[in-house]
């Protein structure tokens, strides 16, 4: 999927606790987060979406239109519930902030911008 262009639709995600998660479970967390990066790509490029940036285990992703990113969002928890996830169990916080869509200039500086609404949303 190309960089949407004009008015885009942005959607955060954040792996829950996953200073702990990687702390308690030094050696099998890095393929659980594998397995989440794989749900999320697929998730986000089968619903036309575009990850635009990673930060750690952040994805921060850009839609054409907020029906596809609430499809997306939908697809990553029920693939994310139903997958066997042995004893790392990962949960994602997702947000897809309204007021952040807006003429895109540079998606990457865009998400400068949006930072502090990722960082306030809570599960």
Not at 39 to 62: E, P, Q, R, W
Not at 98 to 118: P, Q, T, V
Request: glycine content about 6%; hydrophobic content about 40%; overall charge neutral.
């Amino acid at each position: 999927m190309k960089e949407p262009t004009g008015k885009v639709t942005f959607l955060f995600t954040d792996i829950e606790g996953s200073t702990k998660l990687s702390q308690q479970f030094a050696e099998s967390y890095p393929a659980a987060l594998e397995k989440h990066n794989l749900i999320l790509n697929k998730a986000v490029k089968s619903n036309n979406g575009f990850v635009f940036k990673t930060v750690g285990d952040a994805f921060c992703c850009a839609f054409q239109n907020a029906d596809d990113a609430v499809i997306a969002a939908c697809d990553i928890q029920k693939l994310l519930f139903n997958e066997n996830w042995n004893e790392v169990v990962i949960k994602v916080r997702i947000g897809i902030p309204a007021e952040c869509r807006m003429e895109r200039r540079r998606l990457y500086g865009i998400y400068h911008a949006c930072k502090s609404f990722e960082s306030n949303v809570s599960g």
